[in-house]
T-cell receptor, first 114, second 115 residues
Framework: AQSVAQPEDQVNVAEGNPLTVKCTYSVSGNPYLFWYVQYPNRGLQFLLKYITGDNLVKGSYGFEAEFNKSQTSFHLKKPSALVSDSALYYCAVRDPYNFNKFYFGSGTKLNVKP | NAGVTQTPKFQVLKTGQSMTLQCAQDMNHNSMYWYRQDPGMGLRLIYYSASEGTTDKGEVPNGYNVSRLNKREFSLRLESAAPSQTSVYFC??????????????FGDGTRLSIL
């Protein structure tokens, strides 16, 4: 079975500091990994994905994610946080045997303080 | 470009009532999905439709039915609402299910409360 874990319910950082939101996955087969962001009262918005290739993936709004196969992790990062980055972040893995199935983590609330 | 549109945005029901949540996408996507979002549990797949005319169960299908009316529209029906179905419901679509690299596009959700 495929699964994703986001070990932190909440991450607090100061504006201008680097941020990391953690994600680990369990997949039988090649992982197809995604990060989404959700602002209040809105749907999820796609940030970035890892399918194959470079372990460092760049996405929207200055975010990037590092894929680590040995640690089965796909952490979301940003060098300098903005207050406007405050939102709920979801990591997701696509089932490699049924592309219609996505498995989402429980979400991490990012709070960026001025 | 509207993307994925869900109606209604909010709804309050009494236990036992029925209702249909509507979803339409204008991106010519083949695949459509219904999720529910509950605190601390992330998003859980209720049903999906890989193409017009097909539907399949996801992780939590009990108490729900779906209809893929055409390529654009995918509706979710609660036949007899229960308080456990209080949740935020999201519809999503994606371009293709034959490759793994296409992300999903989400609507803004329907907030459903069942008393």
């Amino acid at each position: 079975a495929q699964s994703v874990a986001q070990p932190e319910d909440q991450v607090n950082v100061a504006e201008g500091n680097p941020l990391t939101v953690k994600c680990t996955y369990s997949v039988s087969g090649n992982p197809y990994l995604f990060w989404y962001v959700q602002y209040p009262n809105r749907g999820l918005q796609f940030l970035l994905k890892y399918i194959t290739g470079d372990n460092l993936v760049k996405g929207s709004y200055g975010f990037e994610a590092e894929f680590n196969k040995s640690q089965t992790s796909f952490h979301l990062k940003k060098p300098s946080a903005l207050v406007s980055d405050s939102a709920l972040y979801y990591c997701a893995v696509r089932d490699p045997y049924n592309f219609n199935k996505f498995y989402f983590g429980s979400g991490t609330k990012l709070n960026v303080k001025p | 470009n509207a993307g994925v549109t869900q109606t209604p945005k909010f709804q309050v029901l009494k236990t036992g009532q029925s209702m249909t949540l509507q979803c339409a996408q204008d991106m010519n996507h083949n695949s459509m999905y219904w999720y529910r979002q509950d605190p601390g549990m992330g998003l859980r797949l209720i049903y999906y439709s890989a193409s017009e005319g097909t539907t399949d169960k996801g992780e939590v299908p009990n108490g729900y039915n779906v209809s893929r009316l055409n390529k654009r529209e995918f509706s979710l029906r609660l036949e007899s609402a229960a308080p456990s179905q209080t949740s935020v419901y999201f519809c999503a679509s994606s371009e293709s299910f034959t490759t793994g690299d296409t992300p999903q596009h989400f609507g803004d959700g329907t907030r459903l409360s069942i008393l």
